[in-house]
């Protein structure tokens, strides 16, 4: 069966299908869902979860892939062109998760606690995500718009730790403030850490001055 002639109403087959696959892997452990629960919940006949990816794993790859897709290939566009454009880059961050809070935790999991498959997967794709910042890094330098000395990985841990944390601890944040983290908290919140590492990258004449 072709992709166009998988068509309903909901959209194309595939595309129902990794968002059915996101609901159900954030919601249960990866052995706890099943390719007919996926199928159920998209609309869809399970063989269509073969012909498309070829197995649950290969379904739950293409789903994580699909949703780091706007982080990584803003990577390699002009988007941090300027340390201005790492506000805007957290920005994404947060709004690429904040439809879907409980996906740092999978990821986390997969990595940390070895829980479900593609562990090998997902450290590709941060590799990919590590040599794209370096690549921009690397030019930031070369134009003189951030301190020389700079240290890439210093600089990679402290990106990912003001990315994720919020999205990690989430509903810690929201009882502890008693307000949620909306989408124009994010945004100042994006804003803000953005400004920080616009004084912590900061060549050294300028930032002295």
């Known amino acids: 069966m072709s992709e166009v002639a998988a068509v309903s109403d909901g959209g194309p087959v595939r595309a129902r299908l990794l968002h059915a696959a996101l609901d159900c892997f954030l919601a249960d452990d ?28 290969g379904l739950y790859e293409e789903m994580i892939r699909d949703t780091m897709a706007p982080l990584l ?17 957290l920005g994404l961050y947060y709004r690429t998760m904040t439809g879907r809070p409980e996906f740092p935790k999978l990821i986390l999991k997969v990595l940390a ?62 009882e502890q403030m008693g307000r949620p983290m909306e989408a124009a908290f994010l945004e100042r919140l994006a804003d803000f850490n953005g400004r920080l590492f616009e004084v912590a990258l900061a060549p050294s004449g300028e930032s002295q001055a």
């Open 73 to 89: 290939d803003a990577l390699d566009g002009p988007l941090l062109a300027s340390v201005g454009g790492l506000a805007d880059y």
């Open 113 to 174: 606690l070895n829980q479900g498959p593609g562990r090998r997967f997902i450290q590709q794709l941060l590799e990919r995500g590590r040599t794209g910042g370096a690549r921009s890094l690397s030019r930031l330098k070369a134009d003189g718009k951030i301190e020389a000395g700079v240290d890439p990985d210093i600089m990679r841990l402290a990106f990912v730790s003001l990315a994720m944390t919020p999205m990690l601890l989430k509903d810690i944040f929201e």
């Open 30 to 57: 990866y052995h706890r869902v099943t390719t007919r629960m996926i199928a159920e919940r998209a609309g869809a006949n399970v063989s269509m979860i073969r012909y498309y990816f070829g197995s649950k794993e």
